[in-house]
């Protein structure tokens, strides 16, 4: 058994950890209030706009044409893992970081497959096994749409110059606070939109529905990496909040345990002193 000076350092380190963790618990629940609205309040203009974006696709006839349409022999691909910056957060990075591997190993073996890294998490884990041709780990110290669309036009870029076939992002996305979805989603080429033939209507386009569409493609492309990043912005502090609180609860636990450790081997060390004591008596006496 240890002895008390031991227990009590230990008991301490505990305290210290527990006081830690408690603390981290409660900043990333403030956060998460935060991004929480945020991402609510988000997805029914993200929604509204691909739904604004099938209705006009349905009223055509035949293929816009698009850029952004063109579906190639998948030769080249290019994968957007979207992470954090910072750890304990349970497995929230690890689940990205499996599936972004499974891409390589399984979907699409055999294939040239690249990376770009949103969180250190990701860049770290990845460049050390594939080719990471961007870092954009800097998105979260200022994580507006603006600077989220500039991410977006250079993968448009990188697949319109025929540098990739196919890009696909992985991202959690936000259930709550304890739950959080692992998300592959196919970014370019953009996914064919599958209408009800009633669902057609006669309307006046000013300018053409081709020109519509042309513009809108660019504008739910960005506002679909935007949506996956605050996802994913939510998701990490709803796992850190969950991850901290399990960590603060272990750690009550355990110092539990230290003190009855520590009060049974003080009392074990009183009761050895006793009897010393009485045996030494018993010696005199005799």
Known sequence: MANLKEIRNRISSVSSTMQITSAMKMVSAAKLKKAQDAITAMRPYADKLTELLQNLSASLEGDSGSVYADNRVVNKVL????????????AFNTNILKQSTHLVENVYAGKQVD?????????????????????????????????VAEIAESLMALFTDGEYDRIEIVYNKFKNAATQIVMTEQFLPIVPLEVEETASAD??????????IEQLIPKSLKTQLYKGIRDSFASEHGARMTAMHKATDNATEMRDQLKLTYNKARQAAITNEILEIVGGAEALNN
């Open 79 to 90: 994968v957007v893992s979207v992470t954090s910056n910072r750890g304990l957060c349970g």
């Open 203 to 212: 309307y006046t386009f000013e300018p053409s529905k081709v020109e519509i």
């Open 115 to 147: 990376f770009v890294a949103v969180g250190k998490k990701a860049n770290d884990y990845l460049e050390k096994r594939y080719k990471v041709i961007a870092n954009y780990s800097e998105v979260y110290d200022d994580l507006t749409f603006d600077n």
